[in-house]
């Protein structure tokens, strides 16, 4: 069987986590688009793709967007089979999504079994100059949150802060995610 490292191939990764922590924002500002104040809830799910120059070839990554709204979990059930990645987003500003990062795992586990390649995504880091440091999320915590899932669990991971605000790291973020990917599947 061909790699889906070549020309044409595809991928599809799911983008996971608590509502408001900023999926949409990060798709929309990987696919070019500029970043919109405010907050509109994804509905069930949303997706886009785009074609990506990787490692010689030119490859389909189609990301699917999950609402992070606990009513459509019989929704996103679906969208999770066939997935090459996971992108499992937090916000530094909102504990509580960094506390509910592994019930996504979970989640993502009952419905596919073992994990693929997942980039944990420590998202919204342009907040931090507006928020007093206790109340925040640590770069530290987030780095020993992906180390647990690649030790304990064995799912191959990396860690990224990003903020879909300004851009920083969300290219780079793909481009990692995409490298696990690579990475896991030259194993097979």
Known sequence: MGSR???GGLFKSVLIGDGA??????????MGDEFTEGHLATIGV???????????ATVRWVIWDLSGQP?????????YTGSSGIILVYSVSDRDSF???SKWLVEAYRYMGDLPPTAIVANKIDLRESYAEGGLVSTQEGRELADYFREKLAIPAVFIETSAKTGENIEHMFT???RLIAEEESQI
């Open 5 to 7: 490292f070549q020309d």
């Open 21 to 30: 922590v900023g999926k949409t924002s990060i798709r929309r500002r990987y």
């Open 46 to 56: 949303d997706f886009a793709q785009k074609w990506v120059y990787f490692e010689g």
């Open 71 to 79: 009513t459509f979990e019989t929704v996103r059930k679906h969208y």
């Open 99 to 101: 506390d509910n990062a």
């Open 176 to 178: 990692e995610l995409l």
